[in-house]
């Protein structure tokens, strides 16, 4: 019988055929990191602090005691913005550090390409917040301790020029195709069990 082939967001299942000892193993198309491995080592540690920072320095004022906080409703928009976009971004890049290198296509397409993309939209939403702050501050005025009152827009500047730099940094850095699994020695193919959450195949029915 024909295996069914699946569509839509279960669509990469089909990369995945029987390897006639009861498993499954990847025959899909695989992305290497441009550069070879120590330059794909020097990438994952750079975003994984790029991730740790941003998020940081996103987090960090808002559980801070005294700390001046702007009541109007786009500094809220921003600041959830800024959270979303960073705490995704971190996401993206933690199942990028996951999936190793050579990283599976569908691994691929829905983590590591979306990464610059993600930490552009950080950078635009902590610069509107540190805007958003600084207007407050002009139009309030600054609390008893100048330093608590630009802890929030000193640290929202400082997270987007950190997401600017790494989104550059990341669009720079390249992966290329290489030959799809299928056609590699079976020895290189990754057994099923050390892949990651996306990349397990469940039992046909």
């Keep these: 019988m024909a295996e069914k082939k699946r569509r839509g967001r279960r669509a990469y299942l ?11 193993e990847y025959r899909g198309k695989l992305y290497s990191f441009d550069g070879g491995k120590d330059a794909h080592r020097v990438f994952i540690r ?14 960090v004022p808002e559980v801070l005691p005294s700390v001046p906080v702007s009541r109007y409703p786009l500094t809220a928009v921003f600041w959830l913005g800024t959270l979303f976009t960073s705490g995704l971004g971190a996401y ?4 990028t550090a996951w999936g190793g290198d050579p990283i599976r296509e569908h691994v691929y397409n829905k983590t590591t390409a979306r990464i610059p993309l993600f930490y552009l939209l950080l950078a ?19 609390a008893e301790s100048a330093v608590l009152s630009l802890i929030r827009p000193v640290m929202a500047c400082l997270c987007g020029i950190s997401a600017l730099v790494y989104h550059l940094y990341a669009k720079k850095s390249s992966w290329s195709a290489t030959p ?13 069990e050390t892949a990651g959450e996306d990349d397990k195949m469940p039992t046909q029915g």
Excluded at 14 to 24: A, E, Q, S, T
Excluded at 92 to 95: D, F
Excluded at 180 to 192: C, D, E, I, N, T
């Design 180 to 192: 799809l699994a299928s056609s590699m020695p079976s020895g290189s193919l990754r057994s099923l």
């Design 46 to 59: 750079l975003s994984l602090a790029a991730a740790v920072l941003t998020l940081v320095l996103t987090v």
């Design 14 to 24: 089909n990369d995945y055929k029987p390897d006639g000892k009861g498993g499954y």
């Design 124 to 142: 635009c939403f902590a610069f509107a917040l540190t805007a958003e702050e600084i207007i407050y501050l002009v139009i309030a005025g600054l």
């Design 92 to 95: 993206y890049i933690w199942k």
